[in-house]
């Protein structure tokens, strides 16, 4: 069974620093791209970056560019990170990492972890 | 990267038929099968409901259907239940970005 849990998430001031981790189970980690998506209170689903399997294929949306960092253990963890740095208030949300699975042609997101809450205030 | 649009609510009466549509470019949603559909339920996570324009992961009903013409995709429930009521968001995807619609609150009357 394919499972997909997150941590890391809590609050923290305005500058602060976070890293958020995701555990991986049930497949073969290294063989998929992972993403992160976060959800601002009452707000729809925002992309927030993407990996390939083998760590390369790195992309960022441009509200976290420069600020945010992904990165996955491929060996004993198979974990996926997001060390997020210089966060503002509408850094808050949910944020979910999520497998992207390459179908017949095409990607999308055919797992989902439960989110891990980010709250960015003084 | 700028978001698919999706008209913000949708509502329909037990029974009927509802279409949520999800515009973007032809360098996404226009772009051969670049489009899957998620259905989201208050405090929980998204949970695919379509993949590749038009097909239904197992266990989804096929009461779920989607579509595409152009760079417009359309996500369709037919015989609505009450469990339908949530929020729908579509996603594409570029070489560099993810996208996803603003969401469409269904409510079911």
């Known amino acids: 069974e394919v499972q997909l849990v997150e941590s890391g998430g809590g609050l923290v001031q305005p500058g602060g620093s976070l890293r958020l981790s995701c555990a991986a189970s049930g497949f073969i980690f290294r063989d998929y791209w992972m993403q992160w998506v976060r959800q601002a209170p009452g707000k729809g689903l925002e992309w927030v970056s993407r990996i390939h399997g083998d760590g390369s294929g790195i992309s960022y949306a441009d509200s976290v560019k420069g600020r945010f960092t992904i990165s996955r253990d491929n060996n004993a963890k198979d974990t996926l990170f997001l060390e997020m740095n210089s966060l503002r208030a509408d850094d808050t949300a949910v944020y979910y990492c999520?497998?992207?699975?390459?179908?017949?042609?095409?990607?999308?997101?055919?797992?989902w972890g439960q989110g891990t809450l980010v709250t960015v205030s003084s | 990267q700028s978001a698919l649009t999706q008209p913000p609510s949708v509502s329909g009466s037990p029974g009927q038929s509802v279409t949520i549509s999800c515009t973007g470019t032809s360098s996404d949603v226009g772009s051969y099968k670049r489009v899957s559909w998620y259905q989201q339920s208050p405090g929980t996570a998204p949970k695919l409901i379509i993949y590749?324009?038009?097909n239904r992961p197992s266990g989804v009903p096929d009461r779920f259907s989607g579509s595409k013409s152009g760079n417009t995709a359309s996500l369709t429930i037919s015989g609505l239940q009450a469990e339908d009521e949530a929020d729908y968001y579509c996603s594409s995807y570029t070489s560099s970005s993810t996208l996803f619609g603003g969401g469409t609150k269904l409510t079911v009357l």
């Open positions: 999520a497998r992207r699975y390459y179908g017949s042609g095409s990607f999308y997101m055919d797992y």
């Open positions: 590749e324009v038009s």
